[in-house]
C-alpha cells in the first residue's frame, strides 16, 4: 500500500502513525495510507520554511517566476496523471480533477504575470526627500486546505505566496490529500529545500501550525468553525489571517430570464462536484411568473445525471466526500423533509447493488421552498437545493441579503441594466450576471472572496497578492 509521508526541506518524513484514506465510493477500498504529523514535526516544518525563508526573500523577482512557471508546466502535464487517484480518496469525477490541473496551472501563471508589476515599489520625491515603499513578504505562511477543490485552493495560496518571496508550511485535508501531495513533491523539488513544506495531519497538526510563533500569517479555506479557532489560535502572537469560508449564495432568477440559456448553466452551478464547492448555487429565487416553467425543465436537466463511483463507466455524479457530511446532508434532508417540504430525488443510480457501499445521494430538489426553512438559509455544501418562489424585487434582494454569509451570488435576467442593478444592491464579494462561475478574465482579474462571515481578505488577482505582502517605507531625507 502507498504511504504519503511528511515533506520537509523536500525530504519524505516518516511519522508514528498512518490513516487509512478509504474510497468515499466503495468503502471497504483503501486507497492509501496517509503520515499523521506531530506537534514536533510541525515546529520541524516550520524551522525549515523559516531558514529557507532567509535566502528566498532575497532571490530575485525574475527567479522566482521562471521557477514558478516551471511548477505551472509541471502542474499541467503531470496532474492528469493523479486525476484517477484523486476520484478514488475524494469522490471527484476525474475530467474535474483533470481540468482542475489545468485551472491551478492558469492559476500560476497569472500571479506570475500580475507580479511583475505589482511588487514595483512606489516611489515620489521632492526637493527636500524621497520616499520608497516596498513590498516585502510576510514570511512563513501557513496553508490550510480544504477537501473540495484540493489543487486549485492551494495554488491559490502557494502561487502568491512564492512569487512575493514567503515561504509555505501547507496543511491539506486527510480525505483529499493523495493525489496532492503527489504533485506538491514534485513542485517542491524545484524550489530551495524549505520553500514548500507539507505536514498531515487533523485539527491538533493544525493547532500546532496555527500557534507557532515562527509562522506569520495563516491562509485558511475551510468552515466557519474552523475559521473561529484558528483567529483565536493566532491571536497569542498577532498572525495575520486570511479566510475563505463558506457561501449561501442566492441565485435571483428574474421573469424575463431566457430559460433555454439558464437552465444548463445553473444546474451546473448548483450541481458540480455533487455541490461540494464553496461558490455553489445554494438557493434559487425564481420570479412566481415563470416558477413552474422553471421548475419542470430544471429538474428534467438534473435528471440526467448518474449517480455512482467516479470510476464507474457512465457516471456523472460522484458520492459524498466524507462520513461527517454525508449524516449532515442526510439528516438536513430528512428534517427538510419532516418539515413538510416537497422533496424529489432525482437522477439514476449506475449501481443499484453497490449504492450502499459508498456515501451516495442523488440530486435533490426542494418544491416551493418556504424562505425560512433550514435548507434555505443554512449552507448544505452538498446536493440539495431549495427553489423559493418571489413576486417582488425588493423583497427577494432583501431575502437574499438576509444572511450571515456573502461569498457569491447570481442574477439571471435580459435585461442588462436590471440585472446589475441587483447585483448592486446584493451584499456579497463575487456577483455572476447569466452565469454560475468565473470566466477566464474572472478567474485573473476578480478578487475571490467573501464579506461578513464568508471570509476575511481575497485571493485571485493583485488584491490575492497583496495578501502576501508587508510594506516598508523608506524616507531619505536629502
Ligand atoms: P473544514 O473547516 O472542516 O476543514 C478545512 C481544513 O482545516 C482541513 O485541512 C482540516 O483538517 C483543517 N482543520 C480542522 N481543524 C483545524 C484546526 N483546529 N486548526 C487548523 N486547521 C484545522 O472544512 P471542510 O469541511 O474541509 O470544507 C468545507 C467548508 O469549506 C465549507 O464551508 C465550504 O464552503 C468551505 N470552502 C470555502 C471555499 C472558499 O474559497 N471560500 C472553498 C472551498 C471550501
Known amino acids: 500500500m502507498d504511504k504519503t509521508h511528511l515533506l520537509i526541506d523536500n525530504q519524505d518524513v516518516t511519522t508514528d502513525e498512518y490513516l487509512e484514506v478509504r474510497d468515499p465510493g466503495r468503502h471497504t477500498d483503501v486507497v492509501g495510507l496517509l503520515a499523521q504529523g506531530t506537534a514536533a514535526q510541525v515546529d520541524q516544518a516550520v524551522q525549515a520554511a523559516h531558514r529557507a525563508y532567509t535566502a528566498w526573500k532575497h532571490v530575485p523577482l525574475a527567479e522566482r517566476q521562471a521557477l514558478l512557471l516551471k511548477a505551472a508546466d509541471l502542474l499541467a502535464a503531470e496532474g492528469p496523471k493523479v486525476a484517477e487517484l484523486m476520484a478514488r480518496e475524494s469522490g471527484m469525477l476525474v475530467p474535474t480533477n483533470t481540468a482542475e490541473a489545468g485551472m491551478s496551472a492558469a492559476i500560476i501563471r497569472d500571479n506570475v504575470e500580475l507580479a511583475t508589476d ?30 473540495n477543490a484540493p489543487i486549485i485552493l492551494t495554488m491559490r495560496k502557494l502561487a502568491p505566496a512564492l512569487v512575493c518571496g514567503n515561504t509555505l508550511v501547507l496543511k491539506p485535508a486527510p480525505t483529499a490529500a493523495l493525489g496532492l501531495s503527489a504533485l506538491l513533491k514534485k ?37 466557519g468553525t474552523v475559521a473561529k479557532a484558528i483567529m483565536k489560535a493566532a ?13 449561501n449564495d442566492p441565485a435571483i432568477v428574474l421573469a424575463d430570464a431566457n430559460l433555454d440559456d439558464v437552465i444548463p448553466k445553473i444546474v451546473g452551478g448548483v450541481f458540480r462536484r455533487s ?5 455553489a448555487v445554494k438557493r434559487i429565487y425564481v420570479h412566481a411568473s415563470i416558477y413552474d416553467a422553471f421548475f419542470e425543465r430544471f429538474c428534467a436537466e438534473v435528471d440526467k445525471f448518474k449517480v455512482g463511483h467516479p470510476l464507474a463507466a457512465g457516471a456523472t455524479f460522484g458520492p459524498i466526500n466524507n462520513a461527517a457530511q454525508f449524516r449532515y446532508l442526510q439528516d438536513l434532508t430528512a428534517r427538510t423533509r419532516a418539515a413538510g417540504a416537497e422533496v424529489i430525488e432525482l437522477g439514476s443510480k449506475v449501481d443499484e447493488a453497490t449504492w450502499n457501499e459508498g456515501y451516495y445521494m442523488r440530486p435533490t430538489v426542494v418544491r416551493n421552498a418556504a424562505p425560512d426553512l433550514e435548507v434555505v438559509v443554512n449552507e448544505q455544501f452538498g446536493p440539495i437545493i431549495p427553489i423559493v418562489s418571489f413576486t417582488d424585487e425588493d423583497e427577494v434582494v432583501r431575502l437574499a441579503n438576509d444572511s450571515e454569509l456573502g461569498l457569491a451570488s447570481s442574477v439571471w435576467s435580459t435585461d442588462a441594466d436590471r ?10 464579494g463575487m456577483t455572476f450576471i447569466n452565469n454560475a462561475g468565473t470566466s477566464r478574465i474572472g478567474q485573473k ?14 485571493e485571485s488577482s493583485e488584491v490575492g497578492l497583496s495578501e502576501y505582502v508587508e510594506y516598508h517605507a523608506i524616507n531619505f531625507h536629502k
Open 118 to 147: 505589482y511588487l514595483k515599489p512606489l516611489q515620489v520625491e521632492d526637493e527636500l526627500s524621497w520616499v520608497s515603499v516596498e513590498k516585502m513578504p510576510v514570511g512563513v505562511i501557513a496553508g490550510i486546505i480544504p477537501w
Open 275 to 279: 455541490g461540494q464547492f464553496c461558490f
Open 445 to 458: 482579474n476578480s478578487p475571490f472572496g467573501g464579506v461578513k462571515q464568508s471570509g476575511i481578505g481575497r
Open 419 to 428: 440585472a446589475v442593478a441587483i447585483a448592486n444592491r446584493i451584499e456579497a
Open 235 to 247: 491571536a497569542d502572537t498577532i498572525k495575520g489571517v486570511q479566510f475563505e469560508l463558506g457561501g
Open 187 to 223: 513542485i517542491a523539488a524545484l524550489f530551495p529545500p524549505g520553500v514548500i513544506n507539507v505536514v498531515h495531519g487533523g485539527a491538533e497538526v493544525g493547532q500546532a501550525l496555527t500557534t507557532h510563533p515562527l509562522v506569520r500569517k495563516v491562509s485558511f479555506t475551510g468552515g
